[in-house]
């Protein structure tokens, strides 16, 4: 059940919340390219380190696509972009819709995603071309992405660093993601956070704040 009394705050997660994703066609892509062991170097719980530099913002794009490229270098450089793309689905423009509805009412909106500088530039594109993007970014006060702030969940000091950022009180924020271990780091911090399940929709669980 989602928190809502002295919810002045609220931090969302993009993918899997107000973006559609699915951490399985990444391996399908990439064991149909000849990487089979691709779900031991990324999944939605854990990842490779490598993973995590390209998260913060630590290897450029170039880098990361030549250590994807050794696993596959009977295949284009094309090809492995787009595998590692294919995890984009789409928006979801009702979601959206809802968390600048919650802005406009007085609730402080921010989003906060553990991504990098491949998918924010297809994602953004594929928001443009669904969406008024101004709408989506105005549905925010501020959007932090992980690779641009060098900072990512489910660390603690991730989550009260935008708190200190945005003078925002832990106890009066809620942060919702779709990955257990971030929810779990968002509380150890103090905040309140729900962990959104499958087919569940914030727009929904939160009409009536």
Same mark, same amino acid.
């Given at each position: 059940?989602?928190?809502?009394?002295?919810?002045?705050?609220?931090?969302?997660?993009?993918?899997?919340?107000?973006?559609? @994703?699915?951490?399985?066609?990444?391996?399908?892509?990439?064991?149909?390219?000849?990487?089979?062991?691709?779900?031991?170097?990324?999944?939605?719980?854990?990842?490779?380190?490598?993973?995590?530099?390209?998260?913060?913002?630590?290897?450029?794009?170039?880098?990361?696509?030549?250590?994807?490229?050794?696993?596959?270098?009977?295949?284009?450089?094309?090809?492995?972009?787009?595998?590692?793309?294919? @995890?984009?689905?789409? @928006?979801?423009?009702?979601?959206?819709?809802?968390?600048?509805?919650?802005?406009?009412?007085?609730?402080?909106?921010?989003?906060?995603?553990?991504?990098?500088?491949?998918?924010?530039?297809?994602?953004?594109?594929?928001?443009?071309?669904?969406?008024?993007?101004?709408?989506?970014?105005?549905?925010?006060?501020?959007?932090?992405?992980?690779?641009?702030?060098?900072?990512?969940?489910?660390?603690?000091?991730?989550?009260?660093?935008?708190?200190?950022?945005?003078?925002?009180?832990?106890?009066?924020?809620?942060? @919702?993601?779709?990955?257990?271990?971030?929810?779990?780091?968002?509380?150890?911090?103090?905040?309140?956070?729900?962990?959104?399940?499958?087919?569940?929709?914030?727009?929904?669980?939160?009409?009536?704040?």
């Amino acid at each position: 059940m989602i928190p809502l009394s002295g919810i002045r705050n609220v931090i969302f997660d993009f993918g899997g919340v107000l973006f559609e @994703i699915d951490y399985e066609l990444p391996a399908i892509a990439f064991e149909k390219l000849g990487f089979p062991d691709f779900r031991a170097f990324y999944t939605q719980a854990a990842q490779n380190p490598m993973f995590d530099l390209l998260e913060t913002g630590k290897v450029d794009n170039n880098e990361f696509l030549d250590f994807l490229h050794e696993f596959v270098p009977g295949v284009s450089r094309e090809e492995v972009l787009d595998a590692w793309n294919v @995890i984009l689905l789409h @928006i979801l423009p009702k979601e959206v819709e809802f968390a600048h509805s919650l802005r406009q009412a007085g609730i402080r909106t921010f989003l906060l995603s553990n991504t990098n500088a491949i998918h924010v530039a297809e994602f953004e594109r594929m928001i443009a071309n669904t969406m008024d993007f101004n709408l989506f970014k105005n549905a925010f006060e501020k959007i932090y992405y992980s690779n641009v702030i060098g900072l990512k969940k489910p660390y603690p000091e991730t989550f009260l660093q935008v708190c200190e950022w945005n003078k925002l009180i832990p106890s009066e924020t809620l942060f @919702i993601d779709d990955s257990l271990q971030h929810v779990e780091g968002a509380r150890r911090a103090g905040l309140h956070a729900y962990h959104l399940q499958p087919g569940e929709r914030v727009s929904e669980l939160l009409s009536h704040l």
